[in-house]
């Protein structure tokens, strides 16, 4: 097995660029992390936060720079199923019309033939996945007719159906209720201890002290990356926000 | 009274189908129709309503020059509508204007090329059975091609159906997982190019684009189930087709135009009857809904 040596690191990051037609979003940001890390992606709006996601899921090119998953390409990471996205809740249609179920199942979809017939394993991890979300009783449920949290829980469902070892969340405590925050931070437990790797963006400080070891400041670049105790300091936020005090954000404990 | 009355409804019905040309035309559309309302329910949920306007229109130079080199229609319409979808992107990216003032100018250019093209090669192309379709007067070369045609996008179609559904609905996890979003974009732009060269023959250019939308938002209104709206969308298409010929032949109206005065027709009864999306909200009283 060659490969061990490499699967020390989940997500390696050199030195990426993306630019939108010459508008440059992220330049020179790295990031590694290895399995059992929980890591926190903190910036303003517009900071590149999102760029980011983009760039590892691969759904934007990178200009310059190397991403390997697991020590492999990200095409074969995505062909391996390892990473799973859970978007923001803006970001989705929430119209359109499918059920729990039907989202759930489009997290086995890369692991199926090309007209995407269930088979019966499945099938079962749809099931799993809907009973560790909380939601068996809304399976039939159109997402239209969900709340923001059981919106929220159906697309971690998707992620734990897919069996993603690298679970990249945007904004995942955004909109949510309280039931569904607790839901959410006893799965990040089961996570870790799974060995799985989460990346998660977040505007709120005092959830990135309470589940994350790491934490990756950017604005447009990487500001300061590494342990939250270390990192997370009112200098290395004040340059994150723009001269923005962080007592603003943190709340007088700080 | 009575069986007068029914004798009468009789001959509405059976009559035109004793004319060759009307069964020809109640098959060919009907074939169109389904085509059409199977692409429409994605283009209503991906927000393309206005790119499906953009590429039936783009298509009329491709026609006129296909026919002139004695190509397959088929053949020039895929070139000039995926051609007018690339032009539209890369305007978009290359100057400041809008995305929707480039659609506009881009398929206008095109539709307007195809007209002097038509008015200067010398055919025997019928520029009023390519605006307003023709769907009494269909030759025997057309309907062999309309088959082939539709066959091919509701095979492609359905293949690729739930990777449809999901490049609409999540792109982004679609990428994720490995699935070919390129692919599936063009494959979709594809399928809207032949959807409108079949389309054309019935309803004609000007109106094509209501075969593709109209079906679509009218089921849209009528369930929170994708499968089940894609079936309401080729039924109420079908149907809007059949409707639309019947009242042309007795009342002598243009065929494309009642069509699609049909389908507007049932989508106004969505609107204001659907169960739970309607204006009237009739859920209350039958209680119809897909929640389980």
Redo the contacts between chains.
């Keep these: 097995m060659d490969r061990a040596n490499y699967q020390n690191f989940r997500i390696e990051a050199e030195n990426i660029c993306v630019d939108y ?1 010459g508008k440059v979003a992220l330049y020179d940001a790295n990031l590694i992390l290895g399995p059992g890390q929980i890591c926190g992606l903190v910036g303003m709006n517009g900071a590149g936060k999102t760029t980011f996601f ?1 760039a590892l ?3 934007v090119n990178i200009s310059k720079g190397k991403i390997r998953i697991n020590g492999e390409s990200l ?1 074969s990471a ?4 390892t ?3 859970v ?1 923001q809740s803006e ?3 929430s119209q ?4 729990v179920w ?1 989202v759930v199942m ?2 086995r ?3 199926m033939n ?3 017939c269930p088979r019966e394993s499945d099938l079962q991890a749809v099931k799993d996945a809907i009973e560790r979300v909380d939601l068996v009783a809304f ?4 997402i ?2 969900l709340s923001g949290g059981q919106r929220k829980r159906t697309f971690l469902a ?1 992620a734990i159906a ?1 069996r993603a070892s690298i679970l990249l969340l945007d904004e995942p405590f955004s909109g949510v209720d309280i039931r569904t925050e607790k839901l959410i931070s006893e799965l990040f437990i089961q996570f870790k201890n799974e060995g799985k790797t989460i990346l998660l963006s977040t505007h709120d400080m005092m959830h990135v002290r309470e589940f994350c070891d790491l934490v990756l400041l950017i604005n447009k670049t990487v500001v300061a990356y590494g342990e939250t105790s270390e990192v997370f300091t009112k200098e290395n936020i004040t340059s994150t926000f723009g001269g923005i005090s962080p007592d603003v954000l943190l709340g007088p404990e700080s | 009274m009575e069986p007068f009355f029914f004798s009468s409804i009789n001959t509405f019905v059976t009559d035109p189908l004793t004319h060759n040309f009307m069964r020809k035309a109640l098959l060919m559309s009907s074939l169109v129709a389904a085509v059409c309302g199977f692409l429409s329910s994605y283009l209503t ?1 991906k927000g393309w309503a206005l790119m499906g306007d953009a590429v039936s229109h783009s298509v009329m130079p491709g026609v006129v020059v296909a026919y002139a080199l004695g190509l397959p229609f088929s053949l020039g319409a895929f070139v000039f509508g995926v051609g007018s979808v690339a032009l539209i992107g890369f305007v978009k ?1 290359k100057s400041r204007v809008k995305e929707d003032t480039v659609i506009g100018l881009v398929f206008t250019a095109f539709f307007a090329l195809g007209i002097v093209l038509i008015s200067k090669i010398k055919s025997n192309i019928d520029l009023h059975s390519i605006l307003f379709g023709s769907p009494l007067g269909i030759s025997i070369s057309d309907v062999r091609q309309t088959v082939i045609i539709s066959l091919l996008v509701v095979i492609l179609l359905s ?1 690729f159906r ?2 449809l ?2 490049y ?12 070919n979003v390129i692919f599936l974009h063009y494959l979709l732009l594809t399928c809207l190019s032949l959807a409108a060269v079949v389309g054309l023959q019935t309803v004609g250019i000007i109106l094509v684009v209501a075969m593709l939308i109209t079906p679509g938002a009218t089921a ?1 209104l009528l ?4 499968d ?2 894609t079936i309401i969308s080729v039924c109420s298409a079908i149907i809007s087709s059949i409707i639309g010929i019947y009242f042309s032949f007795w009342f002598d109206l243009e065929t494309g135009g009642s069509i699609v005065l049909a389908q507007t027709f049932i989508f106004l009864l969505a609107f204001l009857f659907a169960p739970r999306y309607g204006i009237l909200k009739f859920k209350r009283i039958f209680f119809i809904n ?3």
């Design positions: 037609n983009n899921t691969g759904f095409r995505q062909k391996d199923q990473i799973a996205y978007p970001g989705i249609d359109f019309p499918v059920n039907d489009m997290g979809y890369g692991s090309i007209l995407r399976s039939s449920t159109p239209g007719n998707r897919q | 949920l990216q293949v739930k990777d559904m999901l609409c609905f999540d792109p982004r996890h679609a990428k994720t997982v490995g699935i849209y369930t929170d189930q994708f089940i709206m897909n929640n389980g």
